[in-house]
């Protein structure tokens, strides 16, 4: 294809604004008339639970909640003596940066970020409630019921509450591991309800000493399983005699968390009052303030209205608090407000007054796919329900992502493969492994886009690189955002590797992982570079067109996963490395994807892996390969103000 028609269309394909409202990709999933079949839904669904064996063969390796109060306080749980650290990863505290508001959130275009500060961030409260929880997923290596329900979008979270109605919730390993290598910090769940979690609640609250000795027990259980705190839900009516010890809990709670516990939260649900009555205020006013003083913060009720966000905001103003504290409920499933498909009208009313939001049971979108005739009890796996789910989740986090923000990656090296945690086999360099079955493990979960894929792009499992799946590129008109980052390059050298797929030799056909950098402080001085095929490196002011190195790198500097091919790998995936070099310290804040077809061509492309390090000069200048790309922004102006800045600082 002549490259100069390449760079005019790619652009263009860059000029062209992304749909505001995209059109759903599977209309008989359309639910916007959904009324009144969920609760049925709800209720049938709940019968369904895990089965008693355990899949990692070892029992103690099993996720199990605590039931009362002496196994509480013996820690009385079969993985006592299991060292944890071996199997849990820790939060990775330096993977992303804080969160930016995007005006677009997928046009790989736009470059506006709007940064936050104490008064105009928002965060956003997951609870996990699917099912009551621990089924497969409670299990190390959970099971092969590849289609079970998977989160992906972890770079709009800032905390995940894996919920149960067992009195204590511990998270399972494989949720603890998706999320801390997102930096998203985990809570599990105390809740005393009905008449039973009445008693055991009042067991505790019974002296000072009982108080002091149950936070010690739950502090232990979060140092020993590896997570963040807790959601502290008390839905029974407290004696009123009780209610200084029930503040007393509350508040050592979380102190004893904050000392001890790395990251450390404990959050309060809307639920008894200052009289010790169980009465559900739905904002935040005098009768529950006490609690939001304890706690780090508090999560409303669901069934809210305008008036309680008046209450709620007038609360806060004579707190002197930070609005973020107070995270106002959503609940997918409707109740209260509007949820499911029209879930962004109510997040929109929360972030129009600067309140965080909770989210309940985000796996709305896929427990009531069984409304649609899709099985979702196969325990062995069903690709259509797989498919269903991954585009109508896409789709129902798209509508919510204006009002969210995102966290950006930060920390080099990074590499991602896009496995979301399950496979219909596994893959290493693109060769199926053929001892491999179905898995379903979040702990194999890699580092995942920073937006919705909406209509650009989908997982597709019939093959990948390495893991259970690759991205397969849907939209060839434009190019579009995969991950927001701050890749900070001080020397200006970047190495870039992937393994992408492309099913025809027809040139007309191309893949091309599209940078954008901008100078210090200069973030809308961009820099596109196209990292595609092209007979030699195209420099120009703006936009660049960068070929794969030609030669061999030092094998310090490849990826042990993306090895440096010749000729193609497995099912004919390939893998190509880019070095670049500007001429001052540039930032990496946006990669994203361009891909070629002509119109009526049905060949498909995949990105199968994707990898950046930051280089030292004398790396690229020791690499003895061609296509090295050297590329001048402002001719040597950014190495004087980088050498200013750094003098002006240590001043």
């Known amino acids: 294809m002549d490259e100069q028609k390449v760079m005019e269309q790619n652009m263009e394909n860059l000029a062209i604004a992304m749909p505001v409202s995209p059109s759903p990709r599977q209309p008989s999933l359309e639910e916007e008339a959904e009324v009144g079949k969920d609760a049925a839904s709800d209720q049938q669904l709940s019968e369904f639970t895990a089965t008693n064996s355990c899949t990692c063969g070892c029992p103690q390796l099993e996720a199990e909640p605590i039931l009362d109060n002496v196994q509480l306080l013996g820690f009385l749980v079969r993985s006592r003596d299991i060292d944890w650290k071996s199997y849990v990863q820790p939060l990775d505290t330096e993977v992303r940066g804080d969160a930016v508001y995007l005006e677009r959130q997928s046009d790989f275009l736009s470059n506006h970020r709007r940064t936050l500060n104490n008064n105009s961030r928002r965060e956003l409260l997951v609870c996990h409630d699917m099912m009551g929880n621990y089924l497969n997923d409670r299990h190390y290596h959970s099971s092969e019921k590849y289609d079970d329900y998977r989160f992906m979008h972890w770079s709009a979270v800032d905390y995940f509450c894996y919920f149960s109605h067992k009195y204590v919730t511990i998270p399972p390993s494989g949720w603890l591991n998706a999320a801390h290598r997102h930096g998203v910090p985990v809570l599990g769940t105390y809740i005393a309800e009905g008449h039973s979690g009445k008693q055991l609640l009042h067991e505790i609250l019974d002296s000072a000493e009982s108080v002091q000795r149950t936070v010690a027990a739950m502090t232990r259980l979060c140092l020993h399983f590896g997570f963040e705190g807790w959601l502290v839900n008390v839905e029974c009516p407290v004696r009123a005699e009780a209610m200084p010890n029930l503040y007393l809990f509350v508040e050592e709670l979380r102190q004893a968390t904050e000392r001890q516990v790395p990251h450390g939260r404990v959050i309060w649900?809307?639920?008894?009052?200052?009289?010790?009555?169980?009465?559900?205020?739905?904002?935040?006013n005098e009768r529950n303030v006490q609690f939001f003083r304890a706690s780090h913060g508090t999560l409303i009720n669901y069934i809210w209205?305008?008036?309680s966000l008046d209450t709620s905001e007038a609360s806060i103003q004579r707190e002197k608090a930070a609005p973020h504290r107070l995270f106002l409920g959503l609940d997918v499933f409707g109740r209260g407000q509007l949820g499911r498909f029209q879930s962004a009208h109510t997040l929109a009313r929360i972030a129009a007054r600067g309140f965080s939001a909770g989210i309940f049971a985000p796996?709305?979108?896929?427990?009531?796919?069984?409304?649609?005739?899709?099985?979702?009890?196969?325990?062995?796996g069903d690709e259509s329900?797989?498919?269903?789910?991954?585009?109508?989740?896409?789709?129902?986090?798209?509508?919510?992502?204006?009002?969210?923000?995102?966290?950006?990656?930060?920390?080099?090296?990074?590499?991602?493969?896009?496995?979301?945690g399950s496979g219909r086999t596994s893959?290493?360099?693109?060769?199926?492994?053929?001892?491999?079955?179905?898995?379903?493990?979040?702990?194999?979960?890699?580092?995942?886009?920073?937006?919705?894929l909406g209509d650009n792009a989908e997982h597709s499992f019939d093959t990948a690189y390495t893991g259970g799946c690759a991205l397969r590129i849907i939209n060839y008109e434009r190019a579009f955002r995969l991950f927001l980052?701050?890749?900070?390059?001080?020397?200006?050298?970047?190495?870039?590797g992937y393994a992408y797929k492309v099913t025809t030799e027809d040139e007309k056909h191309a893949l091309d992982v599209v940078l954008r950098f901008c100078p210090p402080r200069q973030p809308m001085k961009d820099v596109y570079v196209f990292c595609g095929t092209y007979r030699e490196n195209i420099l120009t002011q703006g936009v660049c067109y960068v070929s794969?190195?030609?030669?061999?790198?030092?094998?310090?500097?490849?990826?042990?996963?993306?090895?440096?091919?010749?000729?193609?790998l497995g099912e004919n995936w390939r893998v190509r490395y880019y070095l670049v070099k500007f001429d001052g310290p540039v930032q990496l804040q946006d990669i994203g994807l361009m891909g070629r077809r002509p119109q009526l061509s049905t060949a498909n492309a995949y990105l199968g892996a994707i990898y950046v390090q930051s280089l030292q000069l004398e790396d690229y200048e020791a690499a003895q390969a061609t296509h090295k790309a050297d590329i001048s922004v402002n001719h040597g102006q950014l190495w004087r103000d980088h050498d200013l800045m750094e003098k002006a600082s240590a001043a």
């Open 269 to 284: 649900y809307d639920s008894v009052i200052d009289n010790g009555e169980l009465s559900w205020q739905n904002e935040l």
């Open 305 to 307: 209205d305008d008036r």
């Open 363 to 380: 796996a709305w979108c896929f427990e009531t796919l069984q409304q649609y005739g899709y099985n979702i009890r196969n325990n062995s």
């Open 385 to 420: 329900v797989n498919a269903a789910f991954l585009a109508r989740n896409e789709r129902w986090w798209s509508r919510l992502w204006p009002s969210l923000g995102t966290h950006p990656y930060r920390s080099l090296p990074f590499y991602s493969n896009f496995c979301v």
């Open 427 to 452: 893959f290493e360099c693109g060769v199926r492994q053929l001892a491999a079955r179905p898995f379903f493990n979040l702990a194999r979960q890699a580092l995942q886009p920073s937006v919705p």
């Open 485 to 496: 980052t701050e890749f900070e390059l001080p020397l200006g050298v970047l190495l870039l």
């Open 548 to 568: 794969p190195l030609a030669g061999t790198l030092a094998p310090s500097l490849v990826h042990d996963q993306l090895p440096q091919e010749h000729g193609a």
